[in-house]
């Protein structure tokens, strides 16, 4: 098992920035790809980013140029530094992590972009 912890959500204003944080534990040895999704109010849940193990990314066309993922492999650690946020981008962000095809997910933290 995997247990996926997410960090770093809050009230941000609109131009402003924030850094997710994501921590996974447990039998972390065959993790391959983590990342993150969020849902907002309403909608369905939709891919942010998400990193493979040998550092490939993939960005939703909402948030590239905006949002940079990061990895730490021997921490079993991904971040999602996300600039420029917009009120669209107001939702539950929730950091995955797929182990031997597997899929386990965090918590949810939730961010909310408001003046």
């Known amino acids: 098992q995997v247990q996926v912890v997410e960090s770093g959500g809050g009230l941000v204003q609109p131009g402003g920035s924030l850094r997710l944080d994501c921590a996974a534990t447990?039998?972390?040895?065959?993790?391959?790809?983590m990342g993150w999704s969020r849902q907002a109010p309403g909608k369905q849940r939709e891919l942010v980013a998400y990193s493979t193990r040998s550092g490939s990314t993939n960005y939703a066309d909402s948030v590239k140029g905006r949002a940079t993922i990061s990895r730490d492999n021997a921490k079993n650690t991904v971040f999602l530094q996300m600039n420029s946020l917009k009120p669209e981008d107001t939702a539950v962000y929730y950091c995955?992590?797929?182990?031997?095809?597997?899929?386990?997910w965090g918590q949810g933290t939730l961010v909310t972009v408001s003046s």
């Open positions: 447990g039998s972390t040895l065959d993790i391959y790809d």
């Open positions: 995955f992590a797929v182990n031997r095809n597997r899929e386990f």
